[in-house]
């Protein structure tokens, strides 16, 4: 009773199962450390004043996503440099027009969101980024502070292609696995079990060693209506070719 209890009460509240091995959960937590330290020396030897420290709340999330889910979507370097870009035009714009005010900030980190969706490059980290220049821009050199905050992107992004590459399991950009999974043979058969469980999935992500950003549920949710739809479409196509062979059959009746 107590166990059933614990466990409902973890599946409500989220917790997931880890199920990445102690070398990835460490080289995930020492990459990231690394990034930071680099863009934390570049800031300090680039820019002057004690106010910069602040965005490292954003540099430090985006170098958190590129390293330790480093599959992920919103991970990718569209994402990563496109959003922050877009999350600086929003606040240094909203700032500009209106003032620095907490309610300006809060649209702003609002508009990010609503562009990086039409845009295709969400990305977390924005939001804190457009919320930093909305309430600091009469504080900081604006084009300095641009460009330090770019470049510390760049760098996180250079460093994500090279670290990351260096673990077998690991690719970054996530077009490099995909390009090595299309030149494998063996992933290209197709396979003929029509349904798996959450203990395949499971086995799945443990292969992989790396963390993936989406519960087992939901991957399960979206394989079965995945799933649906295939068979749909393959009784579609049945009952056409069926249409087909009859019609062809009357026609050389007649």
């Not at 670290?163 to 992933?187: E, T």
Request: charged share 15%; net charge positive; aromatic share 10%.
């Amino acid at each position: 009773m107590v166990m059933s209890f614990f466990k409902t009460l973890c599946q409500f509240i989220g917790v997931e199962t880890n199920r990445t091995s102690h070398l990835e959960r460490i080289v995930s937590g020492v990459t990231t450390c690394l990034a930071i330290a680099v863009v934390a020396l570049v800031t300090k030897w680039s820019l002057s004043t004690e106010v910069h420290i602040l965005f490292f709340a954003s540099t430090a999330a985006s170098a958190f996503l590129v390293f330790t889910l480093p599959h992920g979507a919103l991970s990718q370097p569209w994402p990563v440099l496109a959003g922050q870009a877009l999350s600086i035009a929003v606040g240094v714009g909203f700032a500009s027009v209106l003032d620095s005010s907490m309610t300006t900030a809060a649209l702003a980190v609002g508009a990010t969101v609503i562009l990086m969706h039409y845009l295709g490059c969400l990305h977390p980290p924005g939001g804190a980024t457009a919320f930093y220049f909305v309430v600091n821009l009469k504080q900081i050199n604006v084009s300095e502070s641009v460009i330090v905050f770019l470049v510390n992107i760049l760098i996180i992004l250079a460093l994500a292609m090279v670290i990351n590459n260096l673990f077998h399991w690991r690719r970054y950009p996530l077009f490099w696995l995909n390009r090595k999974s299309a030149a494998n043979p063996a992933q290209q058969e197709v396979s003929a079990v029509e349904h798996f469980n959450a203990e395949d999935l499971h086995q799945v992500l443990q292969q992989q060693d790396v963390f993936v950003d989406v519960s087992l549920d939901e991957l399960q949710r979206i394989y079965d209506a995945a799933h649906t739809i295939a068979q749909q479409r393959r009784i579609e196509n049945m009952s056409a070719k069926t249409k087909t062979k009859t019609k062809r059959k009357f026609l050389k009746a007649a």
